[in-house]
């Protein structure tokens, strides 16, 4: 299955992580580090890395229905 080239990622149910990157405003390195601690949530498929757009939307605040969640609790 494929995802059509016009549809935003915030739209589709899943990302690449250099869409993360941009949608969180960070550089693509930076989207991988945080995935592999954790920070960003994300799929293995396979050799391919994917990021839940939910999550992503829940922390931006995107979603009228819920509050900004974190996306991984910070514990001191």
């Keep these: 299955m494929t995802t059509p080239a016009n549809v935003a990622p915030l739209e589709r149910p899943t990302m690449t992580v250099a869409e993360a990157a941009k949608v969180l405003g960070i550089e693509r390195s930076a989207a991988y580090d945080a995935v592999h ?37 910070v514990t001191k």
């Design 37 to 73: 601690r954790g920070d960003i949530p994300a799929l293995r498929i396979g050799r391919r890395i994917l990021v839940p757009t939910a999550p992503i939307r829940a922390a931006l605040g995107l979603d009228p229905v819920s509050p900004p969640q974190p996306m991984r609790q």
